[in-house]
């Protein structure tokens, strides 16, 4: 069956760091891959998506680029914000609308 | 602002207790819900699907006596944990598609402890 597996956190940065959260998938065929983001109390959000190999999903700073060849959708970001502060969950879909999610990953970022 | 919204955002109960958690869409019609569970440091897995009007499809482990869902109206889905023990202790996150399947939105999650 289809998984995700993203690094474990909490991921404690500086404001201003690099930022990767690796994300690798296990799918039977050609999923679309997405990225989600949960603030303090708030329902997950999209991040952004990638739908076929090759692409590259950005928003608010953050990109992830669809790697066939390694199933991977690493989320990375030039500059990390205070604001940044949140659970990232990395997800796929194949077939149907329900998402298989990975464990998610918690970012802190001290100002 | 939010376009689902789901209550509580946390619940204590006793064992043996029912809780009952609502998924609420608020600004379009949610033909499809689907209920989410997540235990610590583990994957948010999909518990069953709801399609308005219909009965819910369970996924295979997930007891449907235990997890009830209601959907009765394209606004509102409602998943009731009967006779809850304290492994049924988790987050439990809804989210709805509306019937294009271009929007999905996602609640806030529910985190039950049960005692």
């Known amino acids: 069956g289809n998984s995700v597996t993203q690094m474990e956190g909490p991921v404690t940065l500086s404001e201003e760091a690099f930022l990767t959260i690796n994300c690798t998938y296990t799918a039977t065929g050609y999923p679309s891959l997405f990225w989600y983001v949960q603030y303090p109390g708030e329902g997950l959000q999209l991040l952004l998506k990638?739908?076929?190999?090759?692409d590259k999903g950005s928003n608010k700073g953050f990109e992830a680029t669809y790697r066939k060849e390694t199933t991977s959708f690493h989320l990375e970001k030039g500059s990390v914000q205070v604001s940044d502060s949140a659970v990232y969950f990395c997800a796929l879909i194949e077939g149907r609308r329900a998402l298989t999610f990975g464990s998610g990953t918690r970012l802190q970022v001290q100002p | 602002g939010a376009v689902v919204s789901q209550h509580p955002s946390r619940v204590i109960c006793k064992s043996g207790t029912s809780v009952k958690i609502e998924c609420r869409s608020l600004d379009f019609q949610a033909t499809t819900m689907f209920w989410y569970r997540q235990f610590p440091k583990q994957s948010l897995m999909l518990m069953a699907t709801s399609n308005e009007g219909s009965k819910a499809t369970y996924e295979q482990g997930v007891e449907k006596d235990k997890f009830l869902i209601n959907h009765a109206s394209l606004t509102l889905s409602t998943l009731t944990v009967t006779s809850a023990h304290p492994e049924d202790s988790s987050f439990y996150i809804c989210?709805?598609?509306?019937?294009?399947?271009?929007?999905?939105?996602f609640g806030s999650g529910t985190q039950l402890s049960v005692l």
């Open positions: 990638a739908t076929k190999a090759d």
């Open positions: 989210s709805a598609s509306d019937a294009t399947n271009e929007k999905l939105f």
